[in-house]
């Protein structure tokens, strides 16, 4: 797995919040970075199981019950009315690390239910120096891909 620039500020943020909230768009790698990091300890639900996910909606104070802190919830988009029921277990002392889309909505509900108590990482794509797997910030080299160029001419002649 790349290791993903994103890792020290989740970390970070675990230290200072109850509840961590990994956004960003489809697929870039916001559930296997968490799963990759958990403690043994923190359970893992997904939202996209239909099952769950009515529950959450539904009666989201005993899909709490049923599935205690430490909990990460992936996909928290599907059931935003559990944000304030979070809130609550936060303050006896529950922690929750989230994943969700960039919609609005979502940000808006955990601001307003979760306000002081949520660290926010917005996941996207992997950088180029992910990709390269080296210290460099740049998204973009152009003499390292001049390099490749060139080598891959040489290859052809």
């Given at each position: 797995?790349?290791?993903?620039?994103?890792?020290?500020?989740?970390?970070n943020?675990?230290?200072?919040?109850?509840?961590?909230?990994?956004?960003?768009?489809?697929?870039v790698?916001?559930?296997?970075?968490?799963?990759?990091?958990?403690?043994?300890?923190?359970?893992?639900?997904?939202?996209d199981?239909e099952?769950?996910?009515?529950?959450?909606?539904?009666?989201?104070k005993?899909?709490?019950?049923?599935?205690p802190a430490?909990?990460?919830?992936?996909?928290?988009?599907?059931?935003?009315?559990?944000?304030?029921?979070?809130?609550?277990?936060?303050?006896?002392n529950?922690?929750?690390?989230?994943?969700?889309?960039?919609?609005?909505?979502?940000?808006?509900?955990?601001?307003?239910?979760?306000?002081?108590?949520?660290?926010?990482v917005?996941?996207?794509?992997?950088?180029?120096?992910?990709?390269?797997?080296?210290?460099?910030?740049?998204?973009?080299?152009?003499?390292?891909?001049?390099?490749?160029?060139?080598?891959?001419?040489?290859?052809?002649?």
């Amino acid at each position: 797995m790349y290791e993903r620039e994103a890792l020290e500020v989740i970390q970070n943020i675990n230290k200072t919040f109850k509840v961590l909230l990994v956004t960003g768009p489809r697929q870039v790698g916001k559930t296997t970075l968490l799963l990759s990091i958990k403690p043994d300890n923190i359970e893992y639900v997904t939202l996209d199981d239909e099952v769950l996910r009515k529950q959450a909606r539904k009666d989201p104070k005993l899909f709490l019950e049923e599935h205690p802190a430490p909990l990460l919830i992936d996909e928290a988009q599907y059931a935003p009315n559990l944000f304030s029921y979070i809130k609550i277990e936060v303050d006896k002392n529950g922690m929750y690390w989230l994943t969700g889309s960039q919609q609005f909505h979502l940000m808006k509900n955990v601001s307003e239910s979760l306000a002081g108590r949520v660290g926010i990482v917005n996941l996207n794509s992997f950088t180029y120096s992910e990709i390269q797997q080296n210290n460099s910030k740049s998204l973009f080299d152009p003499l390292h891909l001049k390099k490749i160029r060139e080598n891959r001419c040489q290859l052809l002649i």
